[in-house]
């Protein structure tokens, strides 16, 4: 969200990142062909296809919905919520584990699997400017205060650990790591500290709803800083980010 264009502080924006190499484990993300749709009490999450263009656009369209994304605006047009809808279909599946969310009714009985899609949500960027996967999701805002999200996030994170996973060594945020470096010598004549993997997710601090999504699912701030604010009507003003993650679930302590 950084512009080079502003102001001296009042403002602090987040000092350069520093990195650090460590061992962790990393998914093995299914290609969309082979994702099995997750029944939850009310919606099911399955992957994308092209056809949901439409239906992303209805999301997508909502001014109180895209206010809380990098550039604050609206798709203008379908071919927008296209690009969109892409970044989730093959080849793209494989660095991505997303999904379109489709409410079902509140009965949760139902096997008819067609119902109205209501939002999307899961990692749309594996490694994440983190390092780490970065989870995002949105709602169509008829469908916000219903518990949709809280439950989305229950059904997803589960998923999402379930997965089959391989042993890496990857280049991380330092401060996502801090607790588990702390003590452990990373200097340690060239080791490389093995840690929990995490998921991340960054949300404006004032975006109370997805705060608390966030929250309920176990996420923890690790880092948090105000810098220019990117939207479109929103020049010359700053934003403050709060960064989440959540470890992996064996992930209880510092002393793994
Ligand atoms: C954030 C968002 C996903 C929340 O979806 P939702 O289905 O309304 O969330 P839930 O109903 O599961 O609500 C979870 C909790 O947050 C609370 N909440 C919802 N909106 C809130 C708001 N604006 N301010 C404060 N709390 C809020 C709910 O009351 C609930 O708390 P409770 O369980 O203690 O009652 C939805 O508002 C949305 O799509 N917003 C626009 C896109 C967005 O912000 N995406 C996240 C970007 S990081």
Known sequence: MASPSLPAPPYAPRPAAS?????????IVPPNIDRV??????????????????????????????LWTLTGEI????????????????PKDLA??????????????????????????GCHKIPG???WPELGYMFRKEYWGKGFATEFMR???KAWWALPRNEIQIEVDAVSVEKWCQGKGEKNDGDVIRVPEVIMAMIDAGNGGSRKVLEKAGFRVFDKWTEADSRTGFKGSTV????FLLEEPAAKDGNS
């Open 19 to 27: 990195k650090i190499t460590v061992k962790t484990t990393s998914p």
């Open 37 to 66: 749709p997750i029944r939850t009490e009310r919606l099911l999450l399955r992957p994308f296809v092209a056809s949901d263009t439409e239906a992303v656009y209805e999301i997508r369209k909502q001014p109180e919905v895209m």
């Open 75 to 90: 798709d203008k047009d379908i071919d927008q919520s296209r690009v969109c809808v892409e970044r989730f279909l093959p």
């Open 96 to 121: 991505t584990y997303h999904f379109v969310v489709v409410y079902l009714g509140d009965t949760g009985k139902s096997e008819d699997t067609n119902g109205v899609v209501i939002g999307i949500g």
């Open 129 to 131: 400017d983190f390092g």
């Open 155 to 157: 059904a997803f994170t």
């Open 240 to 243: 403050k980010l709060d960064v």
